[in-house]
């Protein structure tokens, strides 16, 4: 079952200055083919440097999304299937966390099945915590065949920074995402984000690490599928919503040029972003520029969360 976790920790003691490592798997996935694109995962996990503590994969990274959702559903998995076991495996093996969405499943007794685009953090102590995406995009089949999550999104702690997450199109509700207390520190989001919307990514990536002073790994996928093309738009912004991966080609205007920039690796799968952060970086920012101070107070109401936002 989905689980909404508010803390965990991984047992390895923060440094003062808590360094984090991270990566953005920019996977071309394969249509359909789960058992290939899980291949390709753990040959582009190969690529990453030995130090990295956080490795994000796209958005529905076994499956893509299809126009034939028939077919789609049909590749979808249990929270202990093939594709929850392999970053299992991978963040205990390597130690670190594996993130990103899968397409998942729930047996619902006569009523027979729900299905979800479920967000995962699994750790190397072996646990997984699960997000189910919230706003479903209402101009594709998503919101007609998925089930709408119904628990904000989760606050993970891990190797002194608290982690959260956001899929895609939740991007464009800053609300949902607000950081309420400047409790968390990174947010994670896997996407299958077309090129043909660029624009808004690139700034809606900038703007969400602007306003809640968080480091933003946004990890979208590479190729194509039935939807349309996405090489190029995955990135990763500090906390002053510069542009940190790819390298930008010029140099940020109205704010200090970063100390250093990321890396692009290569592979035969999609290209891997590398870049590494500084928590006493993201705390300074906070302590000169309190926006939360500021910040207005706000609640839920369950409409959203239980009702078809599409109709």
Known sequence: ???NISMMEDGRQPQNDARLSVAVLSLDMESGDVTENLRRVARMVEQLPDNTDIALLPELFTTSFMKDTDRMLQLAEDNDGPAMRLVSRIAV????????????????????LRYFNRGFMALPDGSIVFYDKHHLFCLSK?????VHGQHRPPLVSFRGWNVSMLICYELRFPVWGRNVDMRADLLLVPANWPVNRGYAWRHLLI???????IVVMGADR???DDYGEYDGLSMIVDELGRQIVPPPSVA???CPVPESYGNVIDTPFGPVLTATFSLENVKKLRGWLPTDRDADSFSFTAKSVFDDICN
Not at 105 to 110: A, N
Not at 207 to 212: C, D, G, M, P, S
Request: zero cysteines; a negative charge; proline letters at 2%.
């Open 207 to 213: 703007a969400r690490a602007i306003e809640n002073q």
């Open 252 to 254: 940020p205007e109205g």
């Open 1 to 3: 079952m989905s689980r």
């Open 142 to 146: 998503e919101s007609q065949v998925l």
């Open 93 to 112: 093996e390597k130690g670190m966390m594996v993130a990103g969405s899968f397409l998942a499943k729930e047996h619902m007794g006569d009523d027979g």
């Open 222 to 224: 590479s190729g194509t």
